[in-house]
């Protein structure tokens, strides 16, 4: 069982930035891979990143890439996106997943964390 947490949200003007971070329970959670995920209002849920077990491969959607930077330190039981260069359609509730796959999909992941609120002006 994992419990994830995330923190670092907020309000940022257009081209700023913020750092999320994802705090996991367990001692196996250098077992699990981690994604990203974001839902704005009255849209789908997006993938955003995936970071694989060891931190060795990252994946990113093309929306983000070049701006945002997954990472991760399994001996704080921690994954953080970096993001940069915000725009507003960034805004959405972001959430952290952890699986055993690196996946850009929800399905793929079990342990889900309750999301933290970005929010971008313009």
């Known amino acids: 069982q994992v419990q994830l947490v995330e923190s670092g949200g907020g309000l940022v003007h257009t081209g700023g930035s913020l750092r999320l971070s994802c705090a996991a329970s367990?001692?196996?959670?250098?077992?699990?891979?981690v994604g990203w995920f974001r839902q704005a209002a009255g849209k789908e849920r997006e993938f955003v990143a995936a970071?694989?077990?060891?931190?060795?491969?990252?994946y990113y959607s093309d929306s983000v890439k070049g701006r945002f930077t997954s990472s991760r330190d399994n001996t704080k039981t921690t994954v953080y996106l970096q993001m940069n260069s915000l725009k507003p359609e960034d805004t959405a509730v972001y959430y952290c997943?952890?699986?055993?796959?690196?996946?850009?999909?929800?399905?793929?992941?079990?342990?889900w964390g309750q999301g933290t609120q970005v929010t971008v002006s313009s």
């Open positions: 997943a952890a699986g055993v796959r690196t996946a850009s999909y929800g399905g793929a992941y079990d342990y």
């Open positions: 367990g001692r196996t959670f250098s077992s699990y891979a």
């Open positions: 970071i694989s077990r060891s931190g060795g491969s990252i």
